[in-house]
């Protein structure tokens, strides 16, 4: 599942073939705005890789363990999807 975005489809290639190790975002909602999609990077695609994933202004650090709160902001996002 790929958003309609160059940039983002240009990562995400690069996300699948090994070559990122880590992505580092603003916010969770520079991610995408679909909770369902979002939570799919951050909670499947992204460990299965062994993908870091940093939002610096929600203080989401894959690296850091449990994050309780991404999911919710995650949530919060996705109310502002146009």
Do not use: C, H, W
């Not at 958003?3 to 580092?24: C, I, W």
């Not at 979002?38 to 940093?54: A, C, D, M, S, Y």
């Amino acid at each position: 599942m790929k958003l309609q975005r160059p940039g983002f489809t240009e990562m995400m290639d690069a996300v699948e073939s090994g070559a990122v190790k880590t992505v580092v975002t603003k916010d969770l909602s520079r991610l995408g705005r679909n909770y369902l999609q979002v939570g799919l990077f951050t909670e499947i695609t992204f460990p299965k890789k062994g993908v870091r994933f940093i939002a610096i202004n929600d203080g989401v650090d894959s690296a850091q363990g449990d994050n309780d709160m991404s999911a919710l902001r995650n949530l919060f996002s996705s109310n502002f999807e146009f």
